[in-house]
């Protein structure tokens, strides 16, 4: 499984846009980069999945630059409720176990 | 939308006593899982369950524990004799098939506390 490497945290302000960004300098060929995003108290969620360039959903966006070494996870105008960890994972999709990291710590503020 | 279900929420159980966590995956999903969360940190990997065996666990998964699909529906983890160091947050997680590894549905968790 390729190392990732996050920001420990990261503060915002409601209504702003977030960009997470996860380091993965060693992905390999067959990798792809997974977000997993996770509340207080409550199991983790996946959020989102890309192999390379862009991919959007009704969540979020994630972008790969072509050389695949880091990607970044964008919330558009969060707000409050968007306070949680997020996991950056990397590794083949047939992949079994998730190995979560310690994530980043979204903290969302007024 | 279907959702991974868990009871109890919160269980609270004396050193020594076996537990048992119980899981509802989603209906039509294959893989099974059980991860951990010690308070304060990550989360991690116990066990994956398919066609009614254990495809790979940790090294946390040792002896103590045991899974089990007793009918179609029900998932559960066992834990023989527990100890302080289990307490932690229990979390069930499915999947529908092979190829998409990380699209794993997690429960809400069940609260284990040993005293």
Known sequence: ?110 | EPEVTQTPSHQVTQMGQEVILRCVPISNHLYFYWYRQILGQKVEFLVSFYNNEISEKSEIFDDQFSVERPDGSNFTLKIRSTKLEDSAMYFCASKLTGTGAYEQYFGPGTRLTVT
Not at chain 1, 14 to 41: K, L, M, R
Not at chain 1, 99 to 106: N, Q
Request: glycine content about 6%; some cysteine.
């Open chain 1, 1 to 110: 499984l390729a190392k990732t490497t996050q920001p420990i945290s990261m503060d915002s302000y409601e209504g702003q846009e977030v960009n997470i960004t996860c380091s993965h300098n060693n992905i390999a060929t067959n990798d792809y980069i997974t977000w997993y995003q996770q509340f207080p108290s409550q199991g983790p969620r996946f959020i989102i999945q890309g192999y390379k360039t862009k991919v959007t959903n009704e969540v979020a966006s994630l972008f790969i630059p072509a050389d695949r070494k880091s990607s970044t996870l964008s919330l558009p105008r969060v707000s409050l409720s968007d306070t949680a960890v997020y996991y950056c994972l990397v590794g083949e999709r047939r992949d079994d176990k998730i190995i979560f990291g310690k994530g980043t710590r979204l903290h969302i503020l007024p």
